[in-house]
């Protein structure tokens, strides 16, 4: 058995099989969503991809052994205490309790019994619900045994329950972070639309999400960007060995290629603001928030020139593959890359190596997400780079302004660029001061360097919606999974009249949209034993409709006999993990004489059937 133990102080246990079990599993509740792919020039595969999310806590995937049974023990212990003394009891009214009589008791009853037993006076405050006999009750008596007056209340024959008179806690999906005001970016791509679902952080299968920055450096030691640091738990620092067997020394922060270490690169206000549009933390009362509250950013700084981005992405690309290969035990659960820079007016066939990166990184579950030029040209025409680069795995952003409305000095294209997201005016985490630059501070970024980390951090937040088959397959079937993620921050982007045309989907980045897109069919197939639920003949006689659950999502016969045995109708087909758990068949039944006959579905000995008379 293995356990971890994650940025965040959050334990989880698993066994080393790739047959693990989940211990312990944090969070909110689920909702399921499907995606519908649209059809491009760009991406010729898609035909109607669909898929679903995830909740926002569970917990991560394995970092550290423990062998021992003695050392199973005390990581237990310290499980035990280091997760439930992160959890505040709510707020309650000091000496009021809410009690619930028994059926038939007196409330008259209930106060004598109490002011019998309990170190203390108790009286009626008020009546709450009369036909269900709950009382607020005030207690007089010594603080500190309010506890054991509670008990006593807990233990009187005439009282079915009693309770503290707690006060609730308001669960706004707009973050406490005192700047949020001026973040109006968040609120165009409705953001708080899926923060009320999940505000980031893990996949329902535990996979701690990390999103790589690449940029020339960032103050990741902002009080707003250090909580949501990722770093290399596999690797010891500084010890000259490369622990964790992925080609790279010491690489506990990330990695610089210049440097051949992990150090934060020159630490310029660029990178530290698009971290921070990422995922600054969010809700903690400081500064501003990211598309992701909870999300791990991976430093790859140094990024100037060519032979330092394809460095940086190898770094990327190693990390998700070993992953991978290990089942979590190695490596980083990365499912985005973010490039806010590049070269005006070049052309893809120029950069071949460049481009063809991004296919590596989409093999192996990783999307990238690039920023095109700050100039009105149409880079399909004049050239850009990477966002000329052909990629299915690659998203091209360009840049809207608040009002919704491309931005005049972003470039645009309708083979290239897939989609608008605000970049104008947007206040992020930034840094000043000295050489060092090592003064944290908020500012202003502008510009499609700031439009693509919106995109980056949807797709992260995408991965932690909570429908474990959205991202189940994210490492037994990365491409799919890419894919999937992909299809769903494209299909629903919002229509911007300012976009059409001159962007692949015609549209700007749209979290809320999205999600509103997969609730109109977010009933996935019913999975269990094999069961023919219901069928019927549709209107015209011509169709019939079966409702059907099946184990899994291999092709299956339906059949439909009359009473003698003799077959009239066969036809295979396969239920999709992502579709209502119903099916229409193109069988004629109005010519059939009367009489019953059998429906039937089955794989190999197993079939299951329903018998229809027709009057």
Not at 183 to 188: A, F, I, P, S, V
Not at 298 to 307: C, K, R
Not at 391 to 399: G, K, M, Q, R
Request: negative net charge; aromatic residues 8%.
């Amino acid at each position: 058995m293995k356990a971890v133990l994650t940025d965040n102080g959050k334990i989880s246990l698993r066994h080393s099989q790739p047959s693990a079990v989940k211990i312990i599993s944090l969070g909110n509740q689920n909702h399921s969503f499907v995606f519908m792919a649209l059809h491009s020039n760009k991406y010729p595969h898609m035909k109607n991809t669909n898929f679903l999310p995830a909740n926002a806590f569970s917990p991560a995937k394995v970092l550290t052994t423990v062998g021992a049974k003695a050392g199973l023990s005390i990581l237990l212990l310290f499980f035990a205490a280091g997760i439930f003394a992160q959890t505040t009891a709510p707020e309650r009214r000091p000496g009021e309790i809410i009690i619930q009589l028994e059926p038939g008791a007196s409330l008259q009853n209930a106060l004598s019994e109490l002011n019998r037993d309990a170190a203390g006076v108790f009286s009626l405050k008020s009546t709450l619900s009369k036909d269900w006999n709950i009382f607020l009750i005030n207690m007089e008596g010594n603080q500190e045994n309010s506890a054991q007056m509670l008990a006593s209340a807990r233990r009187a024959p005439s009282i079915h329950t009693a309770q503290w008179n707690h006060k609730v806690q308001e669960r706004s999906v707009e973050p406490n972070d005192p700047e949020w005001w001026r973040q109006g970016d968040m609120t165009l791509i409705n953001a708080p639309e899926v923060w009320e679902t999940s505000t980031g952080g893990l996949t329902p299968n535990g996979d701690t999400i990390v999103v790589a920055v690449l940029e020339k450096g960032a103050l990741l030691t902002h009080p707003d960007l250090a909580p949501n640091r990722f770093w290399n738990w596999h690797e010891t620092p500084n010890n000259d060995v490369d622990d964790d067997g992925n080609g790279f020394t010491d690489d506990f922060g990330g990695w610089n290629p210049q440097t051949q270490a992990d150090d934060l690169g020159s630490k310029g206000y660029h990178g530290t603001a698009v971290c921070g549009i990422i995922g600054a933390r969010g809700n903690n009362s400081q500064g501003v928030t990211g598309v992701n509250w909870n999300v791990k950013m991976m430093n790859i700084s140094g990024m100037d020139f060519e032979s330092e981005i394809i460095q940086g992405y190898e770094y990327v690309g190693k990390m998700r593959r070993l992953y991978n290969q290990t089942n979590g035990a190695k490596g980083a659960f990365v499912v985005a890359t973010n490039a806010s820079f590049g070269f005006d007016g070049e052309r893809a066939d120029d950069h071949p190596v460049w481009c063809a990166l991004y296919d590596s990184l989409g093999k192996v579950g990783i999307l990238s997400v690039g920023a095109t030029a700050n100039d009105n040209v149409d880079v399909d025409i004049v050239g850009d780079m990477p966002t000329t680069c052909p990629s299915e795995y690659f998203i091209a952003v360009t840049n809207i302004n608040k009002s919704a409305i491309k931005a005049q000095n972003a470039g645009y294209g309708n083979v290239s660029i897939d989609l608008g997201a605000p970049g104008t005016d947007t206040y992020s985490t930034y840094n000043s001061g000295g050489p060092g630059n090592d003064q944290p501070s908020y500012n202003i970024i502008g510009g499609c360097s700031a439009s693509a980390p919106h995109v980056t951090g949807g797709i992260g937040l995408l991965y932690s919606l909570g429908c474990e088959p959205f991202t189940s397959d994210a490492i037994t079937n990365p491409i799919a999974c890419a894919r999937r993620v992909r299809d769903a921050i494209l299909n629903n982007t919002e229509p911007n009249s300012t976009l059409a045309g001159i962007t692949t989907t015609g549209g700007h980045l749209d979290l809320g949209n999205a999600l509103d897109g997969v609730r109109k069919i977010c009933d996935g197939a019913t999975v269990g034993p094999l069961e023919l639920l219901e069928v019927k003949i549709l209107q015209g006689g011509d169709r019939v409709r079966i409702y059907y659950q099946t184990p899994n999502f291999q092709p299956y016969n339906f059949r439909v006999f009359n009473m003698l045995g003799q077959q009239l109708f066969e036809k295979e087909w396969t239920p999709l993990q992502f579709s209502e758990s119903y099916y229409d068949f193109e069988f004629e039944t109005a010519q059939l004489p009367r009489g019953v006959y059998i429906y039937t579905i089955g794989k190999g000995n197993v079939i299951k059937s329903i018998k229809i008379p027709k009057i």
